[in-house]
C-alpha cells in the first residue's frame, strides 16, 4: 500500500501564459523535494492539466503537498487528491500506464475537492480517500487528516504570500532570523506574521499527525 497523488490545476483555462505556469509549477515541485525530499515518485505532468505522483507514507505527502501549496505564487494552485491503496504499472505500447485502486482513490478524492470548492469551503484544496479495505487505524488517520486539511487549506487560502513564504522556511527547518534577513524585515515582524497567519498550529497540527514530538 502507498499514496497516490492527482494533482490538478485550479483555473487553468483562465491562465495568461500556460507554459509560463508549468515552468513555475516543475520549478516548486522540483525545489520542495530539494528543501525535504519525501516523495518515492514526485509530482509529474500526465496528461493536460494533470500531475501524479507517489509517497509511501500519507505523512508524507501531507508534509510534501503542504510545501507545493506555500512556495506556489499568486495566482497559481493547485488541487490534491490523495488516494491511500495499491497501485501498480500496466504495460502499454504507449509506456507503463498507472493503475489500481489507490489511483481510483486518488481520483475520487479529487472530484471531492471539486465538489467541495462549488460549496461551502471554496478554499478546500486537498482531500483523502482510501481504497476499499482499509483497516480502522488507517480509516480514523484518514478522517483526522481530513479534517485538519480543511483548517489547513482555509488558513493557507487566507495567507499573503510574505506569510506562505515564511510558513514554508519555518516547515523546513530555517529560524525566525534566517527568515527576517531574506525578507528585509525585522524578527520580530516574522513572528508577527507567523502569529497571524496561524502558521505554528499547522505545522505542530502536522507534526501530531505523523507522530512526531512536538
Known amino acids: 500500500m502507498v499514496i497516490a497523488v492527482i494533482a490538478d490545476i485550479v483555473g487553468s483555462r483562465e491562465l495568461g501564459d500556460r507554459g509560463a505556469a508549468q515552468r513555475v509549477l516543475d520549478e516548486t515541485i522540483a525545489q520542495a523535494e530539494i528543501d525535504l525530499p519525501l516523495a518515492a515518485q514526485p509530482l509529474t505532468p500526465t496528461v493536460g492539466d494533470e500531475q ?17 501549496q506555500l512556495r506556489l505564487p499568486d495566482g497559481i494552485a ?11 504499472a500496466v504495460a502499454s505500447v504507449h509506456g507503463e500506464l498507472a493503475d489500481g485502486p489507490g489511483w481510483y482513490a486518488a481520483r475520487a478524492a479529487i472530484e471531492t475537492v471539486h465538489s467541495r470548492e462549488q460549496r461551502a469551503v471554496p478554499r478546500t484544496r486537498t482531500w483523502i480517500v482510501g481504497a476499499p479495505g482499509q483497516d480502522e487505524v488507517m480509516a480514523s488517520t484518514i478522517a483526522v487528516s481530513n479534517a485538519y486539511l480543511l483548517a489547513r487549506d482555509e488558513l493557507v487560502g487566507a495567507m499573503s504570500a510574505r506569510e506562505r513564504r515564511l510558513t514554508y522556511g519555518r516547515l523546513v527547518g530555517r529560524s525566525q532570523q534566517e527568515l527576517a534577513a531574506q525578507e528585509g524585515i525585522s524578527q520580530p515582524s516574522v513572528s508577527k506574521s507567523l502569529r497571524r497567519a496561524g502558521s505554528a498550529a499547522l505545522i ?8 512526531e514530538p512536538a
Open 204 to 211: 505542530e497540527g502536522l507534526a501530531a499527525l505523523k507522530g
Open 52 to 68: 501524479q505522483g507517489v509517497y509511501r507514507e500519507l505523512g508524507d505527502a501531507l508534509s510534501s503537498l503542504f510545501l507545493i
Open 78 to 88: 493547485f488541487r490534491f487528491g490523495i488516494g491511500v491503496g495499491e497501485v501498480r
